[in-house]
């Protein structure tokens, strides 16, 4: 099942259409910024929310970015493969993917056929849950399940994420 940080943290009912940016350093793909679109839109399909791309990084209420090795938050990433990214409780903002991962967008290829490929859409979606406020789940199904093996892809919410984020807002 579900389950929410300690202390349940949730965006404030003031603050449920976010705005998010990315860190203005990395050069984005329209691919990437698409991929984080339609991750967005599967949790504002099911809950009170909305996500809009803002070029403001600063006033952002969500900041994406992709950085390697140590970023300075204390939670160095490591380089191919173990920690893929990470994302902090609400409402800090803060999802950071690992800059050294093989990351694949799913529909382009090339990349696909390294053994270390990661899906880009996967994890941005397991990590937005985390900015929701949403811990791990103990359904396999589950998008906040913790573990995913290396070239899957699993992008669709399950029931399970549905009722969590539809518990916090
Ligand atoms: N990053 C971990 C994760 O996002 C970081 C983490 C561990 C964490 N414990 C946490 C974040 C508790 C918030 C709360 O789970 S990861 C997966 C999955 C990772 C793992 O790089 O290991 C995904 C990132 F679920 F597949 F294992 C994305 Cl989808
Ligand atoms: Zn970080
Ligand atoms: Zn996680």
Redesign the pocket.
Known sequence: RYSF?PGTPRWPASRRDLTYAFLPNNRLSPEVRSVFATAFDRWSEVATLTFTETDSYLTADIRVGFFSGDHGDGEAFDGVLG?????FSPPSGRLHL?GDENWVVAGSNGDIALPSAVDLE??AV??IG?LLGL??SSIESAIM????SSRTRKVELAQDDIDGVQQLY
């Open positions: 940080f920690t893929l990214a990470h994302a690992d996967s994890v397991h990590e985390h811990g791990h399940f913790p573990t995913i």
